[in-house]
């Protein structure tokens, strides 16, 4: 069991990527009744990370949001996620996890090729 937590941990790292601090990757979370401009922590084609410098009033684990993504260069598209979890980081820092519900294939190729790029 260890070896496959192990092994599923090094797969999901492989597959996630930081941006650039100079050229990042925005995300618009809209919610029940609020709209928040983030910037991903990592990206990857099924999810990101989100560094959020607030705390998580109206929104809730497992609850699905309207997503805007805007890879650096590219034109924003549109998506559905589920938050999966929520972190605080030892500095006060959170971020959440979104995995995507509803991504055109055209989207997810896109962020393939992001991935790709970033791993190079």
Known sequence: MGW???????????????PLRM?????????RGSIDVLRARNVSASGLGVFVPHGFEGLDL?????????LPG???FLAMGVI?????????TRHFGLEFTAL???????LEAYVRSRQA
């Open 4 to 18: 496959l937590a192990t092994r599923n941990e090094e797969t999901w790292r492989k597959q996630r990527v930081v």
């Open 23 to 31: 050229a990042p990757v925005e995300v618009q979370v809209m919610g």
């Open 62 to 70: 497992a609850e699905e949001v309207e997503l805007v993504v805007t």
């Open 74 to 76: 590219d034109r924003p």
């Open 84 to 92: 999966k979890h929520v972190t605080e980081s030892g500095d006060e």
């Open 104 to 110: 055109a294939g055209s989207h997810r190729r896109a």
